[in-house]
């Protein structure tokens, strides 16, 4: 399969669509996202210096950020700290970064894969990753993933070109990149373990397939650094954070290797998209069969080949710990966006034809398919760019420019469980500066949160704590699923009081606010009730 050797010199004509509708796509989503829980902790660490950060990732020193600790590898952190020494805690700057890091990846995945597979079929799988709503919410994280999904797509560049094996700079290179993914991510160890798979069964000859062995030995006694790491993250796993292991959740699983829930909130969209993907991948499946048949044995080192066995030995690898490992989620979506490349690779060359079965009734199958997959991927892109507020990752920019609002004298209520998506965000800007309560589920008491402090050992106070205060400001983040998004209508916020005993104790509130969405937001403003006068006229 070597398309690219009579086409392959054209990749700037799969570059430029797929760059252009990518960097649209960023920059207006980027505008628009929040920071979160997970980005409080990730740009408090990045003002730290190497020798501090690593002794505070693995747990060995306690810094009163007042954020969540971390459960990262150090790289990303490194990476950061670049940013932030150039233009600070300018949270745009630090988006459209990891965004440039992101189509660094893409470049190099795109011009590999042009000159080796096609211009044609890099131009389908760059368009995939680009239209894909879970690839433009995850470049401009600022955590590790679009650092460990640019790592993955510079893997799989390597394997697409073939010979690792068998050229020792190559195999250095390709060694390095298993380091530097397995330090950015603890799945950078599967990934890369993965890779390695395909680029041993690539090896040519026994002395070719020994150097990769002695390779992955070295990568394996390297990767050993990482064990402080592991254990500081293990000290923060909870049980909540386990895998589901249900068909449902394996499902899920399967349909977000290429998008995520934005997807789904039109069913019809949804039909769409995953109906082109189901029978694109089918039809590559079967080419894959009809490969091996052809070639037997040196199928093996055909690129289509060696993307599906690196696929393969990471889902298998995945889904075996989801069952073993229980202190966190390995079917998460997040861990696992180093499998976008070779996916969309392998969509591709079944799109291309490269990889299905040959004919005229295959041919209309697989342009049928591709119409369908790219219909619904448009369109699925173009809604979730329309509606980018539902999926932003918490209402941290509405719930500052409340509080700011309400003046000097205010103190936050969160109201319900989804309290930490408001409380991190808050505490990083305004540390000390604002008070923040969590409201008791009869709406009687609080418990005044405080910073490094289990809520369980933070003072409760009755309601009237608050008289101290001119303004309250409670907030609801109430976290809701594509099902939940589809019956939504944002145009009726919900009706009702979210502390109705203030109200009746005379404050006057306001209207509620509300901002729907995976992390939908109500908000309510209190005054207190003036001072009742003396008789004499005085207060």
């Given at each position: 399969m070597t398309r690219g050797d009579t086409d392959g010199g054209r990749p700037w004509l799969a570059l430029a669509p797929a760059l252009l509708i990518f960097?649209?796509?960023?920059?207006?989503?980027?505008?628009?996202?929040?920071?979160?829980?997970?980005e409080t902790t990730q740009l408090s660490g990045a003002t730290l210096t190497p020798g501090p950060l690593i002794a505070w990732l693995t747990g060995d020193l306690k810094i009163p950020f007042g954020v969540p600790a971390d459960r990262m590898p150090p790289v990303s952190y490194f990476i950061d700290m670049i940013g932030w020494r150039i233009w600070g805690d300018n949270e745009l700057a630090f988006r459209l970064y990891h965004a440039a890091i992101t189509a660094g990846g893409l470049v190099l995945l795109i011009v590999t894969a042009a000159r080796r597979l096609g211009t044609r079929v890099a131009l389908i799988a760059g368009l995939i990753l680009a239209l894909s709503p879970k690839l433009i919410e995850m470049a401009v994280e600022i955590r590790a993933y679009p650092i460990f999904f640019a790592?993955?797509?510079?893997?799989?560049?390597?394997?697409?070109?073939?010979?690792?094996?068998?050229?020792?700079?190559?195999?250095?290179?390709?060694?390095?990149?298993?380091?530097?993914?397995?330090?950015?991510?603890?799945?950078?160890?599967?990934?890369?373990?993965?890779?390695?798979?395909?680029?041993f069964l690539d090896a040519r000859d026994v002395r070719s397939a020994l150097r990769v062995v002695i390779g992955y030995?070295?990568?394996?006694?390297?990767?050993?650094?990482?064990?402080?790491?592991?254990?500081?993250?293990?000290?923060?796993?909870?049980?909540?954070?386990?895998?589901?292991?249900?068909?449902?959740?394996l499902a899920a699983f399967f349909a977000q290797l290429l998008s995520n829930g934005a997807i789904l909130v039109d069913p019809w969209v949804a039909l769409l998209y995953f109906a082109g993907v189901g029978l694109l991948v089918?039809?590559?499946?079967?080419?894959?069969?009809?490969?091996?048949?052809?070639k037997g044995i040196g199928a093996r080192h055909d690129p289509a080949m060696s993307l599906a066995l690196v696929l393969a030995a990471g889902i298998v690898v995945t889904i075996l710990s989801a069952f073993a490992m229980k202190g966190f989620n390995s079917l998460s979506p997040r861990y696992n966006v180093w499998m976008m490349p070779p996916v969309a690779l392998l969509i591709a060359l079944a799109a291309d034809g490269s990889l299905a079965p040959a004919g005229k009734l295959w041919r209309a199958v697989r342009l049928g398919a591709l119409a369908i997959f790219a219909l619904g991927a448009v369109i699925g892109c173009g809604l979730f760019l329309k509606r980018a507020e539902w999926f932003i990752h918490g209402p941290s920019q509405s719930f500052d420019a409340m509080v700011r609002e309400a003046g000097p004298s205010v103190a936050v209520v969160h109201v319900g469980s989804g309290w930490p998506w408001g409380y991190?965000?808050?505490?990083?800007?305004?540390?000390?500066?604002?008070?923040?309560?969590?409201l008791a589920p009869d709406g009687q008491s609080l418990t005044r949160i405080l910073p490094d402090t289990k809520l369980a050992d933070s003072p409760h106070a009755p309601l009237s704590a608050l008289n101290g205060y001119r303004t309250?400001?409670?907030?609801?983040?109430?976290?809701l699923g594509y099902r939940e998004l589809r019956t939504i209508d944002a145009a009726a916020p919900p009706v009702g009081d979210l502390m109705p005993a203030l109200t009746l104790g005379g404050w006057q509130s306001t209207a509620p606010v509300y901002r729907p969405g995976n992390y939908a937001f109500t908000a309510q403003l209190y005054q207190r009730p003036p001072a009742p006068r003396s008789t004499d006229g005085k207060e």
């Open positions: 960097a649209v796509a960023v920059i207006l989503f980027a505008r628009l996202q929040n920071v979160w829980i997970d790592l993955s797509c510079a893997q799989a560049a390597m394997v697409v070109r073939g010979d690792v094996a068998g050229r020792t700079g190559r195999l250095v290179l390709f060694l390095l990149l298993g380091l530097l993914s397995g330090y950015t991510h603890f799945f950078g160890v599967v990934a890369s373990s993965a890779y390695v798979v395909a680029v030995a070295l990568l394996l006694a390297a990767w050993t650094g990482l064990a402080p790491f592991i254990f500081g993250a293990a000290s923060l796993s909870v049980v909540s954070q386990a895998a589901e292991t249900g068909i449902g959740s089918a039809l590559g499946a079967a080419g894959l069969l009809l490969l091996v048949a052809r991190f965000p808050l505490y990083r800007l305004h540390r000390g500066d604002v008070s923040q309560w969590l309250v400001l409670a907030g609801r983040i109430d976290l």
